[in-house]
Every structure is written in structure tokens, then in C-alpha cells.
């Protein structure tokens, strides 16, 4: 059995609940499994944890549709129950996908400028844990940042929270100077730099005191339990597959989370595998949780930088070939037969 509470605002309730709960019968006419209710700006639900979280994004997109077009029709509702997407329509001219997500400082317009960044927001509103891999340069840590911040100011969060493997330290900050703040901010520098070009400062530095928008170390995620909150674990390619395992189970009801990576840039040990992989192996075909995969075409930095993720892929694509050929040509000497010594033949013989 599992158990969600659901903290509903920003939305006329009335609008979003039906008159006399109309438009929340037909979730629960689509859940029979599942017991809703409603108290408030606090909806329940209880049953089955499949049948459960499936209400609950449902439930989402229907908050999602009425904050967007200030309306729900009950045949909108109708719809998204019998599993149509309401949002099919984003990769259009028209779509949210190609519009501004945010207005940074001075009235910038940020907004997805290649294909595969436009997949990633799409994948980040119909899903509550998305994977961004690809190549340095291609816009995936600016662009989750991009939308951790519209979710902020939609309030569609309480906060934003920023992680990433120190993995130069070990994880083991104690060592350096001042509070925890100064100790990993030259990990987390990447982030800022984005969040300075969205937030003005003044306002930054209120988040930042009021924990707003929260520093959190991956070596002190243990234990805790991050809801209402988008999160955003970077250089995740950095990661083990336990701290993966640890952090992906802290994620909350409510907890909407972007993880971003690049494999051809794993600065673990030698003998340690990343869990970026082998969570991208585990969890591709989980309901809920999408990659998206960023290549050369989506770099937005110099137009060398294209040129040279290029040069390395073919560098590292001949390795590859050239590695499986070393393995084949072992193969086929270890099948050569060997001579086995006749019964009483000694070895010196042979």
C-alpha cells in the first residue's frame, strides 16, 4: 500500500475539483483501486503504489493544464484518463517547448535553442525523474536549472535543491576552510553561474539565506527525504551506483528532479565503475522516469567545441573497435586445440 498527500495551490480549486467534486469523480472513476479524497488544497490517495502514483501524475497534469490555460474542461479530464497527452502537442510551432522558459536578469529570454533540449523539457513536465546525458556544451545542467527556477516561481516547489559529487575531495569536505557553503562551492560553481544569469542578486541571496534554493552536498544526502522540491544532481557520471541508489530513494511524493551527466567524462578511479550507467540501464523503461540523450548537435558553446566532441567520439569509437578485435583474436587462439598427454605421458614429456 502507498500513501500520497498532495499540497494543491496557485489553482481555483473549484475549477481544478469540479462542481461537487465532478471532475475529481472521474480520477477516482479511473482509480477505482485507488481511495481519493479531498480536504482543502490537500488531496489523499491510498492503494495500490503502481495505481497510486498514476493517479497521482494525472492529478499533476491536471493542476499543470489549469495554471497554464486558466481552465479544465471535464472533457480535457475525460481525456487524460483514457491516456491521451494533453501536452502532445509541445514539439509545435505553438508548444511550450519552443516558448521562453524563464525571463533571466535584464528581461533575457531563456528558452531551449536545439532539438534535444526541447525534448528535455518536455520529458521534465511528463515525468518526475529525468536523466540529461550528453557531451559538455550542450545546454543540459543551464536548461534544468532554467526549469527548476520556473517551477520555483510557479510555485509549483517550495524549493530548489543543488547537488553534485565533490569527487576532487573524496567527499570528505571537513578538511577545508569555512562553513559548508564555502567548502563546496567551487563544485557547485557551474550552477550558480547559471542561477546568477536567471535570479537577480538580491533575490538570490534571499533564497540562498532562507534555503530557498539549498546547497546539499551528495555526501550528506543520507537520510533525508527532499519533497516539494526540484532537484537537480549534476556530474552525476561522478557518482557510484550506491550514492545513485542512496539518492534517487530520498526523493519525496511531491519531488520533481533532473539528473545530468556526461559518461565520456568519469573522473572516478580507475577501478570504479559510474552509476550513471548502470542506472540508466536499470531504470530506462520505469514508468515515470525518461532519458534524454544530448550529442554534438546540441552544443550552444563555440563552434569549435562541436568539432573537438567529434574528434574525441571518433577517437573513442576506434578504441572501441579496436578493443573488441583484441578480444575476438583471443577468443579464437584460446579455442585452438590442445594436446592432452596420454594416460601416463608426463608433462615433461609433452
Known sequence: MSEIILTVDSVDLVELYGANNSKLNILRKAFPTVTITSRGSHVKMSGAKKETQNAKSKLEMMVRLLREHKELPAQTVQELVKGKNPFAHKLSPNSSANKTIIHGRGGKQIKAKTRNQKRLIEATENNDVVF???????????????????????????????????????????????????????????????????????????????????????????????????????????????????????????????????????????????????????????????????????VVRHRLVKEIIRAYERSDEEKRQQHEAAQDNGKAKGAAPHHRPAEGESKEEE
Open 132 to 298: 540529461a546525458v550528453g557531451p559538455a556544451g550542450t545546454g543540459k545542467t543551464y536548461t534544468a536549472v532554467a526549469l527548476a527556477v520556473r517551477a520555483l516561481k510557479n510555485r509549483m516547489v517550495k524549493k530548489i535543491i543543488l547537488t553534485r559529487p565533490a569527487v576532487e575531495a573524496g567527499e570528505s569536505l571537513g578538511f577545508l576552510p569555512g562553513d559548508l557553503q564555502e567548502k563546496v562551492d567551487p563544485y557547485l560553481r557551474p550552477l550558480y553561474d547559471a542561477l546568477d544569469d536567471m535570479l537577480p542578486a538580491e533575490k538570490l541571496q534571499q533564497f540562498m539565506a532562507t534555503r530557498v534554493i539549498e546547497i546539499a552536498p551528495l555526501a550528506f544526502m543520507r537520510g533525508r527525504t527532499l519533497d516539494n522540491a526540484f532537484i537537480i544532481l549534476d556530474e552525476a557520471q561522478n557518482c557510484s551506483t550506491l550514492q545513485l541508489k542512496m539518492f534517487l530513494t530520498r526523493l519525496g511524493p511531491s519531488a520533481k528532479c533532473i539528473i545530468t551527466g556526461d559518461l565520456s567524462q568519469v573522473d572516478l578511479p580507475f577501478h570504479q565503475k559510474s552509476g550513471l550507467r548502470r542506472s540508466l540501464e536499470l531504470l530506462g523503461g520505469l514508468e515515470g522516469i525518461e532519458a534524454i540523450r544530448l550529442d554534438a548537435e546540441d
